[in-house]
């Protein structure tokens, strides 16, 4: 890829004079999926399905075979953005990736427990930034 190690905007909407916390979730999925690029896909006689190949041959279809299943995330797994059929989609709801992603929002609003900071994180946190006041009010005077 282009080599950026820094990913900014993530839940803004509007230049940044708005903030969504489903966009934020949304965001997330997409960083994922790039991150997932970026490791790379694995390429080898089972990724490549080489036994399938020979089995079913050449120009014939190996969309619904076991094995394309079980390799189609390989890329990527995403959360909100669904990539069943479309048949099965709309058998399930034919939920937009917003609602899903709001589904998500309101789950972690609701469930998630923060961890507490380790005491020794903490303590060097309130070190640095009781260095940095002071260094602040001496640039003061």
Known sequence: MAGVNTIYGSGMLELGQTFSMEQLVIDNDIIAMER???EGIPVNDETLAVDVIKEIGVGRDFIGHPTTMANIELASDPTVFNRDMLGDWRAQGSKACVDVAHE??????????????????????????????????????
């Open 104 to 141: 998500i929002v309101m789950d972690v609003l609701k469930n998630h427990v923060v961890a507490p900071i380790d005491p020794e994180v903490a303590k060097k946190m309130e070190a640095i930034v009781k260095e940095a006041d002071e260094a602040f009010l001496k640039s003061k005077n």
């Open 36 to 38: 997932k690029a970026m």
